[in-house]
């Protein structure tokens, strides 16, 4: 069965902990119709700005700490869907969870919203030398791993950009460290190291 309706949505949060808690409301009243529910921190905008202006991105006088992009779908009508869409951001506020909120209002506004996601690893690589990991954290502890990685990357590589991104729903980051193209590049002991920063906070959480 093919839905009727497919509604995309941008919203705004200050913390992990907040978009787990929008999550789970997420899932109570969407179930299956909840067809993803990404993630990006602020580094991530702030290098599509950067090297991909021609991109809109919501909000960027003030980029939030993160941003979530999430869609349902709808298998009734697409003013059905925008009312439970509607009635569930309503909720989510009475519940102090996400700050700024776009409905995209037709597809070509659902399409931006995908762009800036799909054209994050881009804006990286134009950036410079990206050393990249995927890595699977139960969602109860994705918050501390966070914080984790991100004080020890960015006091033990000052000049690189933590970029964070992925499918909160099942647990699944990108963690991409970038190190600029006006730094020296690389060494493969600089990559092992990083590596292992990525990799033994996961392993230390699994």
Not at 19 to 26: C, E, P
Not at 67 to 85: A, K, M, V
Not at 143 to 169: C, D, M, R, W
């Amino acid at each position: 069965r093919q839905p009727v309706s497919v509604l995309t949505s941008w919203v705004t949060i200050n913390t992990i902990d907040e978009a787990i808690r929008l999550l789970d409301l997420a899932r109570k009243r969407f179930g299956q119709a909840l067809t993803s529910f990404e993630i990006m921190n602020r580094k991530s905008l702030e290098l599509v700005k950067k090297n991909l202006p021609q991109i809109r991105i919501p909000f960027t006088e003030n980029l939030p700490a993160f941003s979530l992009l999430i869609e349902i779908e709808d298998f009734e009508s697409e003013q059905h869907g925008q009312q439970i869409l509607e009635n569930f951001f309503e909720e989510a506020q009475e519940c102090k969870l996400g700050q700024e909120i776009i409905i995209a209002e037709n597809l070509s506004q659902s399409l931006n919203f995908w762009d800036i996601r799909e054209h994050i690893p881009v804006a990286q690589r134009m950036d410079g030398y990206s050393v990249a990991h995927d890595v699977s954290i139960p969602i109860s502890v994705i918050a501390l791993y966070v914080s984790n990685i991100t004080k020890e990357i960015t006091t033990t590589f000052p000049a690189s950009t933590l970029i964070i991104l992925g499918h909160l729903g099942d647990g699944n980051l990108h963690v991409n460290v970038t190190i600029p193209n006006d730094q020296a590049p690389p060494t493969k002991t600089l990559i092992d190291h990083i590596n292992k920063i990525i990799y033994d906070h996961a392993m230390s959480l699994n």
